[in-house]
Structures are given as C-alpha cells and as structure tokens.
C-alpha cells in the first residue's frame, strides 16, 4: 500500500511555507542592513546608492574575484581622513548569486600599484584559477603577486605589522590600481567598518605617503629666527654699504 496523497501535499506544502519564511527572513536582513548602511552614509555625509553594477568591475583580484562579484549593493561613497590627508573610500557588499558573501571596503591612494599584491588569511580557502602566484607567509597571512622582486620591495615590515592589525575577520586585503582594498565578514556593522577604514587607511599612508610637491609646507621646516645680536648678512656684490654713523666722542 503506498503512502496518500494528502501527505505528499502536506510535506509540499510544509516545505513551501518553510521556504518562504527563509525567503522572508533574508529580506528582512537584506532590508535591515540596507537601512543601517543608508543611515551610517547619512550621519557622515557620504553618498548612498542601492546598486552598482559597474563598480565591481574596476577590480580582479581579492575578494571580488574569489567571489565573482555580479554587482554592489549598499554602496557608500565618501572620505576619511589619514595621517597623511583625506583619501575617497567606497564600502558596499559584494553579490554574487544572490548572495552577499562579503562587505568591501576600499580607500583610494594617488597613485597607481605598480604591482597588485593580495594579502589572505592562512585559514581563508584562497585558491581560484587565476590566482597569483604565492610569495610565502608574511605575519599573519600570506602574500600572493606575479612579480615576487617588485613586491618585496613594497612589503615592509611596516606594512606586514598593519596588515596584522587588520582582524581575524578580513578575509584578504589587496593592493590593487590605485585602492587599497579589504574584504570583511557580512555581518560587519558601522563600527567595526569604521575600524577597518582607519587601518586601511594606516596601510594607504604607507604604501602611498603624500610628497612635499603634493601637500607643499607639511613637511617644510619653519624658517631660522635670527638670533639677537647676530651677523647681518653679507651684501651681494655692487651693492652700496651703509655706514653707521660716527660715534660724536671719537671726533677730534
């Protein structure tokens, strides 16, 4: 005797509610996060935008192609200070498949990497086809480049000591065209992308220190006060010298 009907419709139908409520509950988080997001841009006086197909696609490497970004979402576009000035940033969510895998957070350098460099967690399953090559364990991640001579260069201890900084939560961090780049659990709130965007803005100084040219009297030195009773300068040649005036008690 074989099994009725009506439980076969009862377990569809059991199984279409239980779809739907997990359906329900992923755009009440989607929506819920897309408030917060809308809210943190608002509060800082940075721009908000729900989609951008296009801006995924200025970057290969990192985060967006391990996940084969299709588009970004909750999108903030502003600037942070550093050390060093302000630099523009950009956080969204990567979403690919429907999914939101990670949160992207990049700021801007003035300059272009000549070598894009990639900086991924030893525990993190990295590998994709068109990886980098990997250069060795660097603190506590490991560093991936085609040109392994050009970044060693890059590569300081000092940079090696901020990308340590980064948290057990950033998955990779990467240099790559003009950005400093990390990508960051979904779940990161506006605290803690607040705390990633300081860093990486600690690792743009380093990789991209501003020069004299470009931020001129940062670092010029204040000019010498001229000490009581010193040297007048010597006048240029031809220059006509005046005499101080004769003292009345050596006159005859």
């Known amino acids: 005797m074989g099994i009725p009907a009506w439980i076969w419709f ?17 755009r009440a988080k989607e929506g819920s996060r897309n408030r917060e997001r809308m809210r943190w841009a608002q509060l800082r006086g940075w721009q908000f935008v729900e989609e951008d197909e296009r801006l995924p696609q200025q970057w290969s490497g990192g985060a967006i192609g391990y996940f084969g970004a299709d588009a970004a979402v909750n999108v903030v576009a502003g600037s942070t200070f550093t050390s060093d000035g302000r630099r523009p940033v950009f956080i969204f969510d990567i979403e690919s498949e429907g999914q939101i895998p990670a949160v992207v957070v990049a700021v801007r350098c003035n300059k272009k990497h000549r070598i894009p460099i990639e900086m991924w967690l030893s525990s993190v399953p990295f590998q994709r086809a068109d990886m980098p090559e990997m250069l060795g364990p660097i603190g506590s991640r490991y560093a991936f480049a085609d040109d392994a001579d050009g970044a060693r ?62 931020d001129a009297g940062r670092h010029q030195a204040s000019a010498p006060i001229p000490t009581p009773g010193a040297n007048p300068p010597t006048p240029a040649a031809g220059t006509p010298v005046q005499q101080p005036p004769a003292d009345p008690s050596q006159q005859d």
């Open 10 to 26: 009862v377990i569809a139908a059991v199984a279409l509610v239980a779809g739907l409520g997990l359906l329900a509950a992923d």
């Open 153 to 214: 260069v890059v590569i300081t201890q000092e940079l090696v000591d901020a990308a340590d900084q980064l948290g057990g939560d950033v998955g990779v961090a990467w240099l790559e065209n003009e950005w400093v780049l990390a990508s960051v659990v979904p779940t990161a709130g506006p605290s803690r992308l607040e705390r990633l965007l300081r860093d990486l803005g600690e690792i743009a100084d380093i990789v991209d220190p501003f020069d004299e040219d470009y």
